[in-house]
């Protein structure tokens, strides 16, 4: 295959060539929390099945499960602090050391410190892969905290919904079992958001220097910035 054909011309073909996917979508996701980046997670998988892999998901999961590292990260998580490094780097660090991954992945929520991006340097390395792209979607504090207020998950699917946002509002018959997430709460919120500033911003511009970055607005409904975010990935090329 030609690798030098736009990304999503690829997986077009693999698509219809090979269904059982040959693709080899590699991406990161990072935004601030209520930035959308779950939903459009959500959406690549859908379209591309690719294989999301989220790091909050996986602390949450431990947490519910109430592993050794569910009691370790849990009062972080609580206090909307970021986990210690060493904790999210080794979850992924198993996750990435599976098979499944093959078929390309969307790293959602990870690296979100300039360690972090190191070790996933690493990660790549040890493995003899390359990144196809690293996407930011960036949006204002108030829709963080509007978005973030309105967010209910569905316990049984594990889909997320919004009550404030277009496009995203949940079916009436099942809100009555929708969750809110313990840290969406305004104050952790504004906690979280300020980790992202301080932590994060610096893994978002190591990526910008390097050129990988995919900067996406987020303040539209989401498949108007889906749209966006297919538009520009037709305009990557894929890594080996
Ligand atoms: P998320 O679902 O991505 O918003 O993550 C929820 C929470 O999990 C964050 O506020 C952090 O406490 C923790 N977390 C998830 N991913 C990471 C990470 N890469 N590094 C540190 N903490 C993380």
Same mark, same amino acid.
């Given at each position: 295959?030609?690798?030098?054909?736009?990304?999503?011309?690829?997986?077009?073909?693999?698509?219809?060539?090979?269904?059982?996917?040959?693709?080899?979508?590699?991406?990161?996701?990072?935004?601030?929390?209520?930035?959308?980046?779950?939903?459009?997670?959500?959406?690549?998988?859908?379209?591309?099945?690719?294989?999301?892999?989220?790091?909050?998901?996986?602390?949450?999961?431990?947490?519910?499960?109430?592993?050794?590292?569910?009691?370790?990260?849990?009062?972080?998580?609580?206090?909307?602090?970021?986990?210690?490094?060493?904790?999210?780097?080794?979850?992924?660090?198993?996750?990435?050391?599976?098979?499944?991954?093959?078929?390309?992945?969307?790293?959602?929520?990870?690296?979100?410190?300039?360690?972090?991006?190191?070790?996933?340097?690493?990660?790549?390395?040890?493995?003899?892969?390359?990144?196809?792209?690293? +996407?930011? $979607? #960036?949006? /204002?504090?108030?829709?963080?905290?509007?978005?973030?207020?309105? &967010? *209910?998950?569905?316990?049984?699917?594990?889909?997320?919904?919004?009550?404030?946002?277009?496009?995203?509002?949940?079916?009436?018959?099942?809100?009555?079992?929708?969750?809110?997430?313990?840290?969406?709460?305004?104050?952790?919120?504004?906690?979280?958001?300020?980790?992202?500033?301080?932590?994060?911003?610096?893994?978002?511009?190591?990526?910008?220097?390097?050129?990988?970055? +995919?900067? $996406? #607005?987020? /303040?539209?409904?989401?498949?108007?910035?889906?749209?966006?975010? &297919? *538009?520009?990935?037709?305009?990557?090329?894929?890594?080996?």
């Amino acid at each position: 295959m030609d690798l030098h054909l736009p990304l999503l011309w690829q997986i077009g073909q693999l698509v219809v060539n090979e269904p059982r996917g040959l693709v080899l979508l590699r991406l990161i996701l990072m935004g601030a929390p209520g930035s959308g980046k779950g939903t459009q997670a959500e959406l690549l998988v859908e379209q591309f099945g690719i294989l999301h892999i989220s790091t909050g998901e996986m602390l949450r999961d431990a947490i519910d499960h109430r592993t050794d590292l569910g009691g370790l990260v849990e009062p972080y998580m609580a206090l909307g602090r970021l986990v210690p490094d060493h904790h999210v780097i080794s979850v992924v660090e198993d996750r990435l050391g599976q098979p499944d991954i093959e078929a390309g992945f969307i790293l959602d929520g990870f690296p979100r410190t300039l360690r972090q991006v190191y070790a996933m340097d690493e990660l790549m390395e040890g493995q003899g892969l390359t990144l196809d792209g690293v +996407i930011v $979607i #960036d949006v /204002s504090e108030e829709t963080v905290v509007e978005r973030t207020s309105g &967010r *209910r998950v569905d316990p049984e699917t594990g889909k997320i919904f919004n009550l404030n946002a277009e496009g995203v509002r949940p079916p009436a018959e099942i809100l009555s079992r929708l969750e809110q997430r313990d840290d969406d709460s305004e104050e952790v919120i504004r906690q979280r958001m300020a980790s992202y500033h301080n932590e994060t911003d610096p893994a978002v511009e190591e990526y910008a220097q390097r050129g990988q970055l +995919i900067r $996406i #607005d987020g /303040s539209a409904a989401p498949d108007a910035v889906f749209d966006e975010l &297919r *538009r520009r990935l037709e305009s990557v090329e894929q890594g080996s």
